[in-house]
């Protein structure tokens, strides 16, 4: 019994309704247990507390509405991947024997695959708005099915490798990108993340016709690659491709420069190094450093909305992929309300219902939860237009987006060019 409740009952014979004691019917509900799977400690710790900030906007404004269901409140509940797949295993177990109804995470696609092998056996709907690798949707060529209840809010590696290898052979350039590329090195994470990223451009590279003189897996977690780097020197590559989480992408570009690599080389990087990831590195290598990410366009109404609401909710600017993350939120929470019902099966249903636009639905973006939620209550269609993008899951819980190569001068990221993801799809072959 809550302490309202008692102290009404304590004061029974004074008039009730002057002291806030009507009979609410809510004021017992039990909280709908929401999870999302971050990193607090390991490579991405840097980032994960941001993260876990932006699903807990989504859950307030959530809350603002009164509860997605029957004036039911959302809780949320944070557990620690540590950065590494045990971790995200461990994590969405901890979540699921916790009695979430859906998770948003994990960030490392290594996490994700972990997760899913607890999350879909369980029919709890996952939502990663970070893990991009195509293992996780079956898209690396292995075969199998993509498990039906992971979702995720960015597009897949397949088609990123695709956009760094252009880049890098100088398919793209333009007035404000030249960059010819003609003796490439690729280092990547020896993960469910890195490999097939990396695979992918090597495959897309030499089909263009360009050579790829080295192409290294690195583990995780190490102090120093100083073997693997000096490897890279010997290669004489004119550029790198680094596919790298931040902290030991950084430890990697330090120790090119501290073994006397060539400071001419252009490094290449993804969209998980668009970040803090360019103070740890030496300016000779920030200066000029070009990357791949799905286009995030500056202009777009929902990505200004959301982080005008997250830097007025946490005093400081939103990290990278947080609108993804608080996409991902904001669907599950509009599912649910959709459903009706924290059934796993009917809110995986209505994430498609509420992410795809339908001729009549009524458009909502970030921040707009609150009067989304009292629309799917008041029985009108809705369609959620993202941050990121438009997030319309494809069959598979996959998103297709547009991408840009990126540019970092010392001082700011900017977008230096713009590839259609159709044109990138069509080279795949999807």
Not at 103 to 116: E, F, R, W, Y
Not at 236 to 255: F, H, N, S, W
Not at 342 to 365: C, H, M
Not at 406 to 417: I, K, L, M, N, R
Request: charged share 20%.
């Amino acid at each position: 019994m809550n302490a309202r409740k008692l102290f009404c009952l304590l004061i029974g014979g004074v008039a009730l309704g002057a002291l806030g004691c009507d009979d609410d019917p809510n004021e017992d509900a039990e909280p709908i247990e929401l999870g999302t799977i971050t990193s607090l400690t390991g490579d991405l710790s840097s980032l994960g507390p941001g993260w876990r900030d932006a699903v807990a906007l989504a859950v307030q404004e959530s809350n603002a509405a009164g509860g997605a269901l029957s004036g039911r409140q959302m809780e949320l509940n944070t557990e620690d991947d540590r950065t590494t797949p045990e971790g995200g295993g461990a994590a969405a177990k901890t979540l699921v024997d916790m009695g979430v109804v859906g998770i948003i995470g994990a960030p490392a696609s290594g996490s994700s695959v972990a997760a899913v092998e607890v999350t879909g056996p369980a029919k709890i709907p996952q939502i990663s708005g970070t893990s991009t690798s195509p293992v996780l949707n079956a898209d690396d060529g292995s075969g199998g099915d993509a498990d039906p209840y992971f979702f995720r809010t960015v597009p897949a590696d397949h088609l990123q490798g695709v956009v760094l290898a252009g880049a890098a052979f100088g398919e793209y350039n333009n007035a404000d990108l030249n960059l010819t590329c003609t003796r490439l090195a690729i280092i990547n994470l020896d993960n469910d993340y890195g490999n097939p990223f990396g695979n992918a451009v090597a495959e897309r590279y030499d089909n263009l016709g360009g050579e790829v003189v080295l192409d290294i897996d690195y583990a995780e977690g190490q102090p120093t690659y100083v073997d693997d780097v000096n490897s890279l020197i010997g290669a004489t590559p004119d550029c790198i491709a680094l596919i790298a989480y931040p902290d030991t992408g950084a430890i990697i570009v330090r120790e090119w420069y501290e073994e006397g690599g060539d400071e001419n080389v252009f490094w290449l990087g993804t969209d998980g190094l668009k970040n803090e990831f360019m103070d740890d590195i030496p300016a000779q290598a920030a200066n000029g450093f070009l990357g791949t990410a799905p286009a995030s366009n500056p202009n777009r109404p929902q990505l200004q909305a959301f982080q005008a609401s997250y830097a007025a909710s946490f005093g400081e600017d939103p990290q990278v992929f947080a609108e993804a993350i608080y996409d991902g939120a904001a669907l599950l929470v509009l599912a649910i309300a959709h459903a009706g019902s924290l059934d796993g099966d009917a809110v995986r249903e209505s994430l498609f219902t509420v992410s795809g636009f339908d001729t009549g639905d009524e458009n909502y973006g970030p921040g707009e939860l609150v009067t989304a939620i009292a629309a799917i209550q008041a029985g009108r269609a809705i369609n959620y237009e993202g941050g990121a993008g438009n997030v319309d899951f494809l069959p598979n819980g996959d998103v297709v987006a547009d991408y840009e190569v990126w540019e970092y001068d010392g001082t700011d990221f900017s977008g230096v060019a713009t590839v259609d993801a159709e044109d990138i799809q069509a080279i795949v072959g999807d």
